[in-house]
């Protein structure tokens, strides 16, 4: 399975910017899948979360309200629709697929993992 991210790019403070993350292979319907971002000099860390069937979709704290993830099986895409952007959001952002345990929110939950996409917000 490969993932493959896209969408990022330079955006002002309160812009908005859509993520999208394309998974090739044919079991991408069964796979939770998941986008976290590393800033400069931190650790990566989780952003958004959606199960096989969307009956689970969580998000971290920060994103909350501002960040809405989606999926599309037909397409074998997750998205990542971001809103009210703030320079703290500045990160590479990466997608993640089939998660190997129920928690979701840790960088070794993921089998699968995408190259990442830089998102720059400007103040």
């Known amino acids: 399975v490969q993932l493959q991210a896209s969408g990022g790019g330079l955006v002002q403070t309160g812009g908005s910017l859509r993520l999208s993350c394309k998974a090739s292979g044919r079991d991408f319907s069964t796979y939770t899948m998941a986008w976290f971002r590393q800033a400069p000099g931190k650790e990566r860390n989780f952003v958004a979360l959606?199960?096989?069937?969307?009956?689970?979709?969580d998000y971290a704290d920060s994103v909350k309200g501002r960040f809405t993830i989606s999926r599309d099986d037909a397409k074998n895409t997750v998205d990542l629709q971001m809103n009210y952007l703030k320079p703290e959001d500045t990160a590479v952002y990466f997608c993640a697929g089939q998660a190997l345990d129920s928690d979701g929110k840790k960088t070794s939950s993921y089998k699968y993992w995408g190259q990442g996409t830089l998102v720059t917000v400007s103040s």
């Open positions: 959606i199960t096989w069937n969307s009956s689970r979709i």
